[in-house]
């Protein structure tokens, strides 16, 4: 025999407004007033605290924990986003956009990995990587690395290995107009559109083999529920597990090279603007015929210079100064290019390679054309991943031409220094081929012709500035047109007149359009987009081959306390429960068969909850109910006649005595007067001593509740099956007793 005990308590300095166990581990997640969200330990110990990723986050919406208890989903107001979360260190892995804010957000799915022979099709994609024939995917640096811990290896497995031994899972988030299910919480993988009776969707729930989706939802005048046979995920297991598997790699790839052009753009600085805007000045000051260009050509030629380029070469720039620019420069640029050769491309031939098997499957229509994915908006994605290859191979190119240019550049301009200031130049340096003044020449021509523009002041007099376009690669990062294009001699290229004369090639399909006008940030944003496109246009195609059922209402909104929660639950005995409580304080629990011959039929039964603390019958008031097992109900219970609280847990372990009813599709199951009212004896229950209860939650796995109380400022932790000792077996235990009245059927 077991008891309910009082644990400990614990303060909080905002209000709590939502609280949820772990299903796995001995944690508790926690959100408040201020949108923060942290992790504590039965000891109360924090393990880690996030704050709203956007300011305009006022509130968390809802908390929900991923089946296997290693990711959090949190889903914020005014944000139009859901964040996944690693438990171990509080690292957001997802960003999940969404058309509005959630009114619900759930997973459900499998609890535990089961093996199934479809396995061995994704063993043989794994062996991809282990032949070499497609590498894996390179370690980013370790500040980008902190963003995201899809990527936390020294050395990245194939993406489809992130997923391929987790349990399969869907993040359930209901919309105003449709609840949409994301396959491990990454990419939408069925949409399920609601008519204009439905009001709000009260509970997601789904069997543990995945052939049976449950919504428990009102209208205007009923609460009612509806299952979904999803032999999509069920019955065809082979062709789910392969292609399911493809859009996750294919988003982790471009969440990958997102990643990438981010460490671009924090580490790209533009260290030729100082350089720039001492060559403005000198262009505007100085008294000299001809332009800037022309002044270093002939000081490289003919070793002739004006008493004013000395000045600027010797006190502007200095020493110092040239060695300063080149050392960055270098840095700057080999980082640049280690990010794009060994991450960003790397991760391109990756994709490519998970769109192409996405789109040979997308063919094949009777297996997998269920699944929704279209072969032409497949194609456009791989055009789209082409060009923004082309284009970061373009960009390579630029990083490759320019840091050999300056680097040439500044040698030459650290020698002509030295030699001005009268000194020996270091002799690694002092020594420059013809080829490479050369280089030098074509750089100072190409780079350093200023351009002339006029500009008209306020007072009506014309004004000159000057500008130069010495750096071609930062363009390339910017969401806007290349100011300078890169052509290497389109006129000489075979392969452009092979495309010139057959224009029927080139608008094929398989070749891939370099677009030489746009940035790689522009084909980043174009690619994305097209990605986004081909994978909402599925979930409403899975849709079509689910099986609704014909929907039964439960109960009248009139008959029941629509204040409080209800719960749906999937047996492992194949019925799905589902519970209520009436506006006259009866929990009502409805048991439906999930079998399609007998899914109209409902067993139920009502429970009343009874106290003797005076003269009068009194009923206690339902306030919370949640399942705390397949065959318990944990209620929070309301005495009005003291306004004392109690925690209560309810057993229906039988539904052999439950009166079975056959619902109509247009007609309320029945009135509950049909069903059989129970009177349990000898519940477990304790008092809660403290001020009103605002909401709980409880972890059979761990046989714990916690209780918020007192305002949202305190939680308590109970023990639900504590042992009994001998000296407490004789004395009453502090709560709320509940007498046994019989009651009529």
């Not at 535990?112 to 024939?133: E, H």
């Not at 428990?216 to 979904?228: A, G, M, P, R, V």
């Not at 790209?268 to 350089?275: A, F, G, N, T, V």
């Amino acid at each position: 025999m077991s008891q309910i005990n009082k644990l400990e308590a614990k303060g909080f300095s905002f209000e709590v407004t939502h609280l949820v166990w772990s299903p796995k581990m001995d944690v508790i997640a926690l959100a408040n007033v201020r949108a923060e969200v942290s992790l504590h330990r039965l000891s109360w110990q924090k393990v880690w605290q996030i704050s709203s990723p956007l300011s305009s986050a006022h509130c968390v919406l809802g908390l929900s924990w991923r089946l296997d208890g290693l990711i959090l989903a949190i889903a914020y107001e005014n944000c139009n986003e859901a964040i996944l979360v690693n438990v171990e260190n509080g690292n957001i892995v997802h960003k999940l956009s969404l058309p509005s804010d959630p009114y619900l957000i759930k997973w459900v799915g499998q609890t535990t990995y089961k093996s199934t022979p479809a396995s061995n099709l994704q063993d043989k994609i794994l062996d991809v990587t282990k032949s070499g024939l497609m590498p894996h995917l390179a370690s980013l640096p370790l500040s980008l690395r902190s963003k995201c811990k899809l990527y936390q290896n020294d050395r990245l497995q194939n993406p489809i290995a992130i997923f391929s031994e987790l349990p399969k899972t869907f993040l359930c988030i209901s919309f105003k107009t449709c609840v949409v299910l994301y396959f491990q919480g990454i990419y939408p993988i069925l949409k399920i559109p609601f008519s204009s009776e439905i009001e709000n969707v009260l509970e997601i729930s789904m069997s543990e083999d995945l052939s049976m989706l449950s919504l428990l939802y009102e209208t205007s005048s009923n609460i009612e529920t509806k299952l979904f046979a999803t032999p999509i995920f069920h019955e065809n297991v082979t062709e789910f597990e392969k292609i399911s598997m493809q859009p996750l790699a294919i988003i982790t790839c471009l969440e990958y090279i997102q990643l990438t052009i981010s460490g671009m753009q924090e580490h790209y600085e533009d260290i030729l603007l100082e350089l720039s805007s001492k060559l403005v000045k000198f262009a505007e000051t100085k008294s000299t015929e001809g332009s800037v260009a022309d002044e270093l050509i002939i000081l490289l030629g003919w070793g002739r210079s004006s008493p004013e380029l000395e000045s600027f070469l010797v006190v502007n720039l200095g020493e110092k100064g040239v060695k300063k620019l080149k050392q960055n420069l270098q840095n700057t640029y080999s980082t640049l290019e280690r990010l794009l050769s060994i991450n960003l491309l790397s991760a391109c031939r990756n994709m490519m390679f998970y769109l192409s098997e996405l789109h040979a499957l997308s063919l094949f229509k009777p297996k997998y054309g269920k699944f929704g994915y279209e072969p032409h908006l497949v194609q456009e994605v791989i055009s789209a991943v082409g060009s923004f290859t082309l284009k970061a191979n373009e960009m390579l190119n630029v990083i490759k031409y320019n840091i050999n240019s300056f680097l040439l550049f500044f040698q030459w301009l650290h020698i002509t220094v030295c030699r001005l200031n009268n000194d020996e130049p270091p002799s690694d340096i002092s020594k420059m081929s013809l080829k490479d003044l050369h280089f030098v020449a074509d750089f100072i021509t190409e780079h350093l012709q200023e351009t002339v523009r006029t500009e008209t002041e306020e007072d009506g007099t014309t004004k000159q500035m000057f500008s130069f376009k010495l750096e071609k690669v930062g363009q390339y990062l910017l969401n806007e047109d290349l100011h300078v294009t890169f052509e290497k001699d389109p006129k000489q290229n075979l392969w452009n007149d092979l495309l010139e004369q057959h224009p029927e090639i080139f608008d094929s399909g398989i070749i891939f359009h370099p677009r030489p006008n746009n940035s790689l940030m522009q084909l980043f944003n174009v690619m994305s987009n097209s990605i986004q496109q081909f994978i909402d246009a599925a979930p409403l195609v899975v849709f079509e081959n689910c099986i609704p059922q014909i929907p039964v209402r439960l109960i009248s909104k009139s008959e029941t306390s629509y204040n409080y929660r209800c719960r749906q639950l999937f047996r492992l005995d194949k019925t799905h429960v589902t519970c209520l409580v009436t506006e006259s304080n009866k929990v009502v629990v409805f048991n439906q068969p999930i079998n399609l011959k007998d899914s109209g039929k409902i067993a139920a039964a009502m429970f009343d909850l009874p106290s003797s603390h005076s003269s009068k019958m009194n009923y206690l008031d339902v306030e919370h109910l949640i399942f705390y097992d397949e065959t318990t109900l944990s209620l929070i219970l309301r005495n009005p006649s003291d306004q004392s609280y109690l925690i209560c847990q309810l057993p229906f372990e039988s539904f052999d005595e439950w009166k079975s009813v056959r619902c109509q599709s247009l007609k309320p199951c029945a009135s509950l007067r049909q069903f059989k009212t129970f009177n349990p004896v000898h519940l477990k229950s304790i008092s809660i001593k403290k001020g009103e209860v605002s909401f709980f939650d409880v972890s059979g796995t761990r046989k714990l509740s916690a209780v918020v109380h007192d305002r949202r400022r305190f939680v308590t932790f109970y023990d639900m099956e504590a042992e009994v000792d001998e000296e407490s077996m004789d004395s009453s235990i502090s709560c709320i007793s509940l007498c046994n009245v019989p009651l009529s059927a």
